[in-house]
């Protein structure tokens, strides 16, 4: 019985304790979801191309201030997308570096292999899922008669926007992806996707491009008439890495003047040229023919075609 209030006391402290215990507990666990966010990131470091599935997330809870408000905090928002630039186990996946692509072809659409290279690849940066620019340049200036006094010498043009590049394979037959952890990106958007293209894991042999007739034709006759080069738009805009291949205009204007056939006079066009679709034969390292005199000669195409008489 000489026991019993020392028992009591205890068992109140005992109890004191925890009640403090507890509300500390509380109070941490409700300040901690005050400043922390759920969201998610990769099980492992993905490849540029690869397409999201669900055994590839993860769901943590981070830091509020450590969240980047353009990456989505739902597995389900992200399942099926591709992967533009790496994205290492640590990151959250963030908007820019992902893209709503098609890699399969529609009813009126068909696969379509072409040899390439590191150049045509624009220094081997081409990866799977991309949209590219195609371009031809001339060996000669392609001599074009709008209508002024002289002819315009063109060195190179572009004949195809957005194509989709459904695989990038070396000689041995694997895929070219980009190499490194990328754990620790403090860069800026630009300059992250330049480094993690600038360390690819083989030379490109093979491109895989999605068609239509009409671009495959373009893409053949360009191939025919000069050498072909890609070109890589800016990746960190979703315009830029979106959409369906297509001829342009300059391509679909040259070609109704017959250009891409041989010729020895100026293809005539009834209209200026685009600006952006072209580039001057002094840009691209050609020396165009001398300006014909006008001095009593005929002027123009005319000129042009006494001058190649001689």
């Known amino acids: ?23 500390w507990y509380f109070m941490k666990h409700t300040e901690i979801s005050l400043h922390t966010i759920e969201t998610v990131k990769p099980v492992r470091l993905l490849h540029s191309g690869e397409a999201i599935d669900a055994t590839m997330l993860r769901v943590v809870r981070i830091a509020q201030a450590a969240h980047d408000p353009r990456a989505s905090t739902d597995p ?3 399942i099926g997308r591709r992967v533009v630039i790496p994205i290492s186990s640590e990151e959250e996946l963030s908007d820019w570096k992902l893209a709503d692509i098609r890699v399969t072809p529609l009813p009126a659409e068909r696969y379509f292999s072409f040899k390439t290279d590191t150049v045509m690849n624009v220094n081997n940066m081409v990866r799977r899922g991309d949209r590219v620019d195609v371009w031809v340049e001339f060996d000669k ?26 695989s990038v394979k070396t000689a041995e037959g694997a895929e070219v992806v980009d190499t490194g952890t990328m754990e620790a990106i403090v860069l800026s958007d630009k300059t992250s996707l330049q480094e993690a293209r600038a360390r690819p894991s083989g030379k490109p ?3 895989t491009y999605i068609m239509s007739d009409e671009v495959y034709e373009a893409f ?21 890495r979106e959409g369906e291949g297509k001829v342009t205009e300059l391509f679909t204007l040259l070609k109704g003047a017959d250009a891409f056939s041989v010729k020895k006079e100026p293809v005539r066009v009834g ?10 034969a ?6 165009s023919p001398p300006a014909p005199e006008t001095t ?8 042009f075609r006494e001058e190649n008489k001689r």
């Open 220 to 240: 053949v006759l360009g191939k025919i008439a000069g050498n072909i080069k890609l070109a890589l738009p800016d990746l960190t805009s979703r315009e830029e």
């Open 271 to 280: 209209s200026e040229l685009p600006g952006s679709q072209t580039r001057p």
């Open 205 to 207: 042999e093979t491109n």
């Open 141 to 166: 200036p392609l001599m074009v008669d709008t209508g002024s006094l002289q002819p315009t010498g063109i060195g190179a043009i572009k004949i195809i926007e957005r194509l989709p590049v459904t």
């Open 296 to 303: 009593g000669k005929p002027a123009g195409t005319e000129a």
């Open 1 to 23: 019985m000489l026991h019993k209030p020392w028992m009591v006391g205890a068992l109140g402290a005992l109890l004191m304790t925890g009640s403090v215990a507890g509300y």
């Open 282 to 287: 002094e840009a691209a390292g050609q020396t």
């Open 76 to 78: 389900q928002r992200l």
